[in-house]
């Protein structure tokens, strides 16, 4: 039986790695995945791209209007197989997919991913983080966690040595606490992982939000 799996966890745990080196190890078997990803994220535009250096073009770009389950259904009946979702014993035209930053589909897709897994019996995997840089859930990760039939955590490391569980945002090199829910990372934005001593110390807060 096929599951909804949201491997999650701090940035820099190695989410892009491990969704890259799955999908190698499913097209090693000679079987087919299909990468997504939210068009919100547009380091790499249309590719996801690792912190290792590898990077892969992805088979859906989504908006936040779009039908993930559909896309993929498209997806299959214009490689020349049957539909998913159709009897017969010609193996399925997508055996497994893969989800990059998760956190920035929209609940409704992260439902659309779980149609995917229960009406179409194909395996979602998704990748992403829960918090953003003011220890705010995004959208798209709660549902994950209250939905996803399978739930791990990536693990990575604070400055102080350990486990990070936030991720602070900086620009110009100073902390900031306010702004936008989204920005991605970039020339003026970077981001740390930090365990939660060291974002209160830096001038974080989990009060009030």
Request: overall charge neutral.
């Amino acid at each position: 039986m096929a599951k909804l799996y949201f491997r999650y966890g701090a940035m820099n745990s190695g989410k892009t790695t491990s969704l890259l080196q799955t999908a190698h190890n499913y097209e090693e078997r000679g079987q087919r995945v299909v990468l997504v990803k939210a068009c919100v994220d547009t380091k790499g535009d249309d590719t996801i791209v690792s912190r290792l250096g590898v990077s892969r073009r992805v088979d859906v770009l989504l908006s936040a209007a779009d039908d993930v389950r559909a896309l993929v259904r498209a997806l299959a009946r214009g490689e020349g197989a049957r539909a998913l979702g159709e009897p017969g014993p010609r193996r399925r035209a997508v055996d497994c997919v893969l989800v990059d930053e998760a956190q920035f589909l929209t609940p409704l897709q992260v439902d659309q991913l779980m149609e995917l897994v229960l009406l179409d019996d194909v395996p979602v995997l998704a990748y992403g983080i829960r918090t953003d840089f003011r220890t705010t859930g995004f959208p798209g990760s709660r549902r994950l966690l209250e939905i996803a039939h399978s739930l791990e955590e990536l693990k990575t490391i604070c400055r102080c040595g350990r486990k990070a569980v936030f991720n602070a945002r900086r620009i110009g090199g100073a902390f900031v606490f306010d702004g936008d829910q989204v920005a991605i990372d970039g020339a003026d934005v970077a981001y740390e992982s930090l365990c939660g001593k060291c974002y209160l110390e830096v001038g974080g807060t989990l009060l009030g939000r």
